[in-house]
């Protein structure tokens, strides 16, 4: 017995659309993200992640400009709901996922923050991490976000291995979503469930504070 199906939200069109004709629709759309879906992800869509859409079955969809729902045609159950654009930010990257890194060694300065009676006892130390690089061998990961990210891993003590290709895929590509935390190397599923959220949170807290850095130089240059 199907579902008695809810009324069409205020602001929203009602459509009919099979998951290949979804699918196609935001092919080139942005997913946002955030309290107030305040954020846009540096990717375009990937619906490996949305596996419940099957391309052949027919959904319920509610849409207008930002906001999609997608239900269960049959039961009304709520599958997904997302904001999205379809306007390429800034800071758009090719493809669904980070490309295939090359890698070159590098040194870093550590700082590590040990808590020891209640003080904090600062030790730094060089190690080399295997970073990443362009075709031209220029390091494109943020070192001075690698050694946050480092000494945050220590003070967390996270049950799950971090290892030191996720902390360098982090301070690559600056993961500001599940979706591009996900695919990147190093990481997946079950380290975000653990601790996914508090890796961007720190990844977002760092990038916050180097854009309101360089618009505060650029005022004071003016």
Known sequence: ??????????????????GRE????????????????????A???DWAYKPRIKPEKTYRVFIND?????FDNDTDESLYFFGYTMV??????????????????????????????????????????QVICDENGVIT???????????????????????KKALVSMATFKPLSKEEFVNLDGLGE???????????KAIRSYVNYCENNSEKSEIENK
């Open 88 to 129: 390429p930010p800034p800071w758009a990257k090719e493809g669904k996922k980070p490309p295939k890194p090359n890698y070159c060694s590098a040194y870093i300065d550590k700082t590590v923050y040990r808590y020891i009676d209640d003080d904090i006892v600062e030790i730094v130390e060089k190690e080399p991490f």
């Open 22 to 41: 979804i699918i196609e629709k935001f092919s080139n759309a942005y997913e946002r993200f955030g309290k107030h879906h305040e954020r846009i992800t």
């Open 190 to 200: 079950g380290t975000y469930r653990v601790c996914g959220e508090e890796f961007i």
């Open 43 to 45: 990717y375009k869509m």
């Open 66 to 70: 930002v906001f999609c729902g997608i």
């Open 1 to 18: 017995m199907k579902a008695v199906k809810r009324p069409v939200y205020n602001g929203y069109k009602e459509e009919y659309m099979t």
């Open 141 to 163: 990961t943020d070192l001075v976000l690698l050694k946050y990210l480092y000494d945050f891993r220590f003070i967390k003590r996270f049950p799950v291995m971090i290892t």
